[in-house]
């Protein structure tokens, strides 16, 4: 049986163990312990699944046993660093070089990720070359890949441009939970001095017109506090806080359809 990976930002942690969570069929799940891993690991615990820790440096000898056995069905997880987020082109530059590696160790990789400010627009097309002995893919719906993990959350495109065309009257940030918990570091918050940059986002947000937050609710229970830290973010910008519901339809459905794609292969 194959060793599937799952290259993912860190804003889909919670989506990724739902979907471990909810496959039977899984065997083993790896993850590589590349600094990035803490919080999804924790989430494995709570969420009573078991795991493997592996050494990036190690790949190639860690995982030799895993993709070769013929029993057994693997998922190796490398979370990638949420700082990327900020800037799409080296964002770009990490992922490829990833995959370039990871490709070498898989039998095929699903990326949690959407076009990402259009900087993953021609992934799928980049690897096509690697055929079936190791198919890369994206988060899409039934048309195309989703615009990001907001996108994917809400359930595809045409659900995400209602969102918005909704909210068009104003400003309006969409957190998901791991959104709401990580904000501060999105949006680079400087610890030391955070009053300075929550000083300037205020005029930022007054600039652009945003006045709303609404909390998506996932489904997901894996990311504490989510109504506290929607609840602190509102307070903070003095903004009102709505309630829009999401899904894991994308999540589910393009995780199905690689596990077919590869298994057999």
Not at 6 to 30: A, G, R, T, Y
Not at 142 to 161: I, Q, S
Not at 213 to 224: E, P
């Amino acid at each position: 049986m194959p060793l599937l990976t799952i290259l993912s930002c860190k804003i889909l942690q919670d989506e990724v163990v739902h979907i471990l969570e909810n496959d039977p069929s899984l065997d083993e799940i790896l993850v590589v312990a590349n600094g990035q891993e803490a919080d999804f690991t924790s989430k494995l615990q709570k969420a009573g699944l078991s795991y493997q820790l592996l050494s990036p440096d190690k790949l190639s000898v860690d995982t030799e046993s895993y993709k070769s056995d013929p029993n057994r069905y693997s998922v190796m997880v490398y979370m990638v660093e949420l700082a990327l987020h900020e800037f799409p082109k080296i964002l770009k530059t990490e992922v490829y070089k990833l995959l370039e590696g990871l490709i070498q160790y898989s039998s095929g990789i699903l990326l949690f990720y959407g076009l990402c400010g259009n900087v993953f627009d021609k992934i799928e097309t980049d690897f096509e070359h690697l055929g079936t002995s190791c198919p890369v893919r994206i988060l899409r719906d039934d048309t195309r890949t989703v615009d990001d993990c907001v996108g994917a959350t809400l359930g595809g495109c045409g659900e995400y441009l209602s969102t918005l065309k909704k909210f068009s009257d104003q400003g309006t940030f969409l957190f998901t939970p791991m959104f709401a918990h990580a904000w501060r570091e999105i949006m680079r918050v400087d610890p030391d001095n955070p009053e300075k940059t929550i000083k300037m986002l205020r005029k930022v947000n007054e600039i652009t017109g945003y006045k709303r937050v609404a909390k998506i609710r996932t489904g997901l229970n894996h990311t504490d506090d989510f109504d506290e830290k929607v609840a602190e973010f509102a307070e903070i910008f003095d903004f009102e806080v709505l309630e829009i519901k999401g899904c894991q339809n994308i999540f589910e459905n393009c995780y199905t359809s690689i596990k077919k794609e590869i298994v057999g292969h």
